[in-house]
């Protein structure tokens, strides 16, 4: 439960009391500031004990009391689903005119069976009473069985009341069996279902609560970065990207990159990048070496702020305070950098904790855990005020460096700049983003001055 509560997390769905009764359970998530919304217990509990469930569901603070699943032999049928229609309703009502709480099913794939014009899942719907029997959609037991969660939330509206959020591992291919390995769940954004989609329609819908579920055997990891990939969702759907707002403009702030030109920019090769949809893409490539864009103004002391996309295998960066100004390494431009890299598919055979994801690349690790999902928006920032140096990722301050003290200097001459005079000390520089033939993506480039 402290592990919980340290995740932020304040709503809650149990499927079992975990060896305790509902009065010791609720004592603990009451101490930490969290509400169980909806008691989750088997359909024959829901049948045959459904005072004892109706009493617990209240113990708790419940609203709602759900079951995920319908006993069936083989294949689930038209019998199945009336039985179920009729113990539902039945049971709904109890539950609804006796203890206050709203019963709701959560689908599992089985019920998606062809039926009529429809499925089975259909009979269900359309045969319960919405005043008694609500629905919990399961996104991943939806897709899974080759349905559309958008358009069940879109036909069946305000009967979904609650939602499961997971993820299906990419390639992998579903059926009606209800069941596939726990293995499966990903991390949100990185896997084959359409995550923005589903809640822009739940929201629309009137789903009142959330539940992030993930049974893999890596939830420590995978939990956090599914709720980093939520909140990132939620940031950039509140501000249209390449554009400032009214408060940014005030505050200094410049637009470095406009989502449709590289105006201010200039390429230090041939071709490298493209503009779709207001995104700057790098161009992949295996013929070796690099196609960097580089501004043509040069800054000092500044905040740069910039969204990015990391795709399976990438290995790319930034940099700042950029220079050609290097005795011997006047051909080259080069500066601090902030590694963008798939920390997971990429790996440098040397130094590889001083190259991954938001260090400042071969000298500072980065100090974040976090693993960012594939194929989904995560913002970098950067802070230059004199020698103190910030990087921060999604939020977090990651490496913090003065780049006047010894230490800085040690961290020089024992990396791959150490047989270049000052570096890392200049003033002033210009911004560059790397393309070294592996996909990236950069958007809502803004930098201003301190």
Not at 290 to 296: A, E, F
Not at 335 to 353: A, M, S, T
Not at 378 to 399: F, T
């Given at each position: 439960m402290d592990k919980i509560k340290a995740l932020g997390i304040i709503d809650m769905e149990f499927s079992n009391l975990f060896g305790k009764t509902a009065s010791e359970l609720r004592t603990l998530i009451d101490e930490r500031g969290i509400k169980c919304s909806s008691f989750g217990v088997s359909y024959s509990d829901l049948v045959d004990k459904t005072t004892e469930v109706a009493q617990k569901a209240k113990t708790l603070g419940a609203d709602y009391v759900r079951v995920a699943s319908i006993p069936y032999k083989d294949v689930f049928t038209v019998e199945d689903a009336q039985r179920t229609v009729d113990d539902f309703n039945r049971v709904g009502k109890i539950l609804k005119e006796e203890y206050g709480l709203t019963f709701a099913y959560h689908n599992h794939g089985f019920e998606f069976q062809p039926y009529q014009d429809g499925t089975l899942y259909d009979f269900i719907v359309k045969n319960t009473n919405p005043k008694y029997v609500s629905f919990e959609l399961d996104i991943l037991w939806a897709f899974f069985p080759g349905q559309d969660p958008v358009q069940l939330l879109n036909k069946y509206g305000k009967r979904y009341k609650l939602m499961h959020l997971k993820d299906l591992r990419k390639g992998v291919q579903g059926n009606m069996s209800g069941g596939t390995s726990p293995e499966n769940d990903v991390v949100f954004g990185t896997g084959q279902i359409d995550i923005p989609s589903i809640l822009k329609a739940a929201k629309k819908a009137g789903v009142k609560h959330y539940y992030i579920e993930d049974e893999s055997s890596n939830v420590d990891v995978q939990v956090p970065a599914s709720m980093l990939y939520l909140q990132n969702l939620k940031k950039s759907g509140t501000q249209k990207p390449n554009?400032?707002?009214?408060?940014?403009?005030?505050?200094?702030?410049?637009?470095?990159?406009?989502?449709?030109?590289?105006?201010?920019?200039?390429?230090?090769?041939?071709?490298?990048?493209?503009?779709?949809?207001?995104?700057?893409?790098?161009?992949?490539?295996?013929?070796?070496?690099?196609?960097?864009?580089?501004?043509?103004?040069?800054?000092?002391?500044?905040?740069?702020?910039?969204?990015?996309?990391?795709?399976?295998?990438?290995?790319?960066?930034?940099?700042?305070?950029?220079?050609?100004?290097?005795?011997?390494?006047?051909?080259?431009?080069?500066?601090?950098?902030?590694?963008?890299?798939?920390?997971?598919?990429?790996?440098?055979?040397?130094?590889?904790?001083?190259?991954?994801?938001?260090?400042?690349?071969?000298?500072?690790?980065?100090?974040?855990?976090?693993?960012?999902?594939?194929?989904?928006?995560?913002?970098?920032?950067?802070?230059?005020?004199?020698?103190?140096?910030?990087?921060?990722?999604?939020?977090?301050?990651?490496?913090?460096?003065?780049?006047?003290?010894?230490?800085?200097?040690?961290?020089?001459?024992?990396?791959?700049?150490?047989?270049?005079?000052?570096?890392?000390?200049?003033?002033?520089?210009?911004?560059?983003?790397?393309?070294?033939?592996?996909?990236?993506?950069?958007?809502?480039?803004?930098?201003?001055?301190?």
């Open positions: 554009v400032l707002t009214k408060n940014e403009k005030q505050s200094g702030w410049k637009l470095l990159f406009d989502g449709k030109t590289l105006n201010g920019w200039k390429k230090l090769s041939d071709s490298g990048w493209d503009i779709e949809d207001g995104e700057l893409k790098a161009q992949v490539f295996t013929t070796g070496g690099t196609k960097d864009i580089i501004t043509n103004d040069q800054f000092e002391n500044f905040e740069l702020s910039l969204e990015f996309k990391i795709f399976k295998a990438t290995n790319s960066g930034f940099k700042y305070l950029v220079t050609n100004n290097y005795p011997g390494y006047e051909n080259s431009y080069l500066g601090l950098e902030y590694q963008i890299l798939d920390n997971v598919n990429f790996k440098y055979p040397e130094r590889g904790v001083y190259r991954s994801l938001a260090s400042l690349y071969d000298l500072i690790p980065s100090s974040s855990k976090d693993i960012v999902g594939f194929d989904n928006w995560n913002v970098a920032k950067i802070i230059v005020q004199g020698n103190h140096i910030e990087h921060w990722l999604n939020g977090e301050k990651v490496v913090e460096y003065d780049r006047s003290t010894n230490h800085f200097d040690s961290l020089v001459a024992g990396s791959k700049y150490k047989n270049m005079k000052n570096f890392g000390k200049g003033t002033k520089g210009h911004i560059l983003l790397q393309n070294e033939g592996t996909p990236v993506t950069f958007r809502s480039i803004k930098i201003r001055p301190l």
